[in-house]
């Protein structure tokens, strides 16, 4: 809506989209066949609507620098179908394969939007502070990652590993250029950054595998997931939230308390990989740090996100 001036979805549309989000969560989790087609069903209508809603705003407003962005959401609908199709056949390889296309899409998504906020944010924060927007490094890493997504569903591992290879460079060759030293002081901006590392890193790591180096097997993606996409989503809702309900753009102890707990958590569980008599233990610890940064989170803004803007 910012982007466009448009908002994509509003009224009846908007709640549509709810009740195709609450159906499929509640249908995976009951026991029968039916339920599951007709969550299956309401997710991928759920994709389905949105990039439709995205691609409408972006065509009326002209915006042609995010033609792509209504095109990775069906993608990522896409690979979500394909994951939900080969869920009820217990081909295991064939699942786990989906599933990493599905989460290099997300990647990819994730890195758009990274690299068109990130440098912004700090640049607007940190006098004087100026970034480069890494607009060309953007267009290849966009490629890097969409060939990494058709090669792994076609099974050329190298090719997949030299095309995540590339994006993930490219990830940490953009970060380092934004001068990540200079917001070291500010919360808001440095949890950001360590999200936009967490997902490089987790590229490289499984361009390494892909290329058939002895990585742990659940390494790559809990990197990409956790040390990504956890850190940046709980950096991200934060911001929005002071930010969208006209308060200052600060962060107070409990803030950044849920930052240190959503990165103990990350510590947690990519320690619980290695097999040990710990590994257990590990793993109920970081679901409970996990828990604990997004509860701290709902506990201080749930009462304001229902109120009018401050």
């Not at 042609?64 to 095109?71: D, I, K, L, T």
């Not at 990274?114 to 440098?119: C, E, H, L």
């Not at 490629?143 to 095309?163: D, H, I, P």
């Not at 940064?293 to 803004?301: I, R």
Request: proline share 4%; with cysteine; hydrophobic share 60%.
């Amino acid at each position: 809506a910012n982007w466009t001036g448009i908002n994509p979805m509003s009224g009846k549309v908007l709640i549509l989209a709810c009740i195709l989000w609450a159906l499929a969560r509640i249908g995976f989790l009951l026991p029968y066949e039916a339920a599951f087609w007709v969550a299956a069903a309401s997710e991928l209508t759920f994709f389905l609507l949105g990039s439709v809603a995205m691609l409408r705003a972006v065509i009326k407003s002209k915006n042609s620098r995010n033609y792509a962005v209504p095109v990775l959401l069906a993608g990522l609908g896409a690979t979500d179908a394909l994951y939900l199709l080969t869920a009820r056949g217990g081909d295991y390889l064939l699942l786990m394969q989906r599933f990493n296309a599905g989460l290099l899409v997300m990647a990819l998504i994730a890195l758009l939007i990274g690299r068109r906020v990130i440098p912004f944010f700090a640049m607007r924060a940190i006098h004087g502070l100026t970034l480069p927007k890494h607009m060309e490094t953007g267009w290849v890493q966009l490629g890097a990652c969409a060939l990494a997504v058709a090669s792994l569903l076609a099974g050329t591992t190298l090719l997949t590993a030299a095309a995540l290879g590339l994006a993930g460079v490219l990830a940490l060759v953009q970060l380092f250029s934004w001068k990540p030293l200079a917001v070291r002081a500010n919360a808001l901006l440095w949890i950001l950054y360590v999200g936009y590392a967490g997902i490089g890193i987790g590229l490289l790591l499984a361009a390494l595998q892909y290329a058939g180096v002895e990585v742990p097997r659940v390494l790559p993606v809990h990197t990409i997931a956790m040390a990504g996409f956890s850190v940046l989503i709980i950096g991200m809702v934060t911001r929005t939230a002071l930010g969208h309900t006209g308060r200052a753009l600060a962060t107070d102890r409990t803030i950044r308390a849920s930052y240190w707990l959503m990165l103990i958590a990350v510590a947690l569980r990519l320690a619980s990989i290695a097999n040990t008599p710990a590994t257990t233990t590990l793993l109920y610890l970081a679901g409970a740090t996990w828990i604990a940064s997004l509860a701290l989170y709902l506990w201080q803004f749930t009462p304001i996100l229902i109120r009018p803007r401050h």
